[in-house]
């Protein structure tokens, strides 16, 4: 069950078998099911966690409609990391788009791992910076590019998540309605042929 989280924490540091040990023993295992909230806006921002198994999208609410922020699939990490260090409540919900797997761990058994595991630092800086990048470029790209720049982003970065995700999803992540996706995709797929 912990072989991802420590084959992946394993790219950034070698872990000793006691680590590797400790890390199995710190995350915990959750499951939600399709639909269900890894987090929810306004609740306490408890955990963070690795996704073993599914796709979750983020979102915050805009005038009434979910504007999608993010998609994290299995083998990477989940939550709202400003609100879960400074132990506070959500701002963004992430959301199963399907059954997910998780291993998790609380923000106590999180400094356990900087204190006790000798690079726990180093896998715990290179996890956020890793994050860090993903949200900076969105946001750039929320700013500097069309929506069709956007789509073309989308699909060169999530390409093997094209079929997971439904439509209306990723036309809110690219910031246009399902309507205008359609006619994207078109010209698109124009070009391409």
């Excluded at 710190?26 to 639909?35: Q, V």
């Excluded at 900087?114 to 994050?131: A, M, P, S, T």
């Excluded at 073309?152 to 094209?162: A, H």
């Excluded at 997971?164 to 797929?189: D, N």
């Amino acid at each position: 069950m912990h072989e991802l989280l420590l084959n992946t924490f394993g790219r950034i540091a070698d872990l000793s078998d006691a680590e590797r040990k400790l890390m199995e023993n710190l995350f915990k295992p959750l499951s939600i099911k399709k639909g269900e909230f890894f987090l929810k806006e306004g609740s306490r921002n408890n955990l963070v966690g690795f996704l073993n198994k599914g796709l979750v999208y983020y979102y915050v609410l805009k005038n009434d409609d979910e504007a999608i922020t993010d998609f994290t699939k299995e083998g990477d990490f989940v939550s709202e990391y400003h609100t879960f260090i400074n132990k506070s409540n959500a701002i963004h919900s992430i959301k199963a788009i399907e059954d997910c797997e998780f291993l998790v761990i609380n923000y106590y058994d999180l400094q356990i791992i900087y204190c006790d595991i000798k690079d726990g630092n180093k896998i715990g800086r290179i996890v956020l910076e890793h994050r860090f990048a993903i949200v900076v470029n969105q946001l750039l790209s929320l700013y500097t590019h069309t929506p069709e720049q956007r789509y073309l982003n989308f699909v060169k970065n999530y390409s093997e998540l094209t079929q997971r995700i439904p439509q209306y999803l990723i036309a809110s992540f690219i910031g246009v309605k399902p309507q205008s996706l359609s006619r994207i995709r078109k010209r698109v797929a124009k070009t391409i042929s």
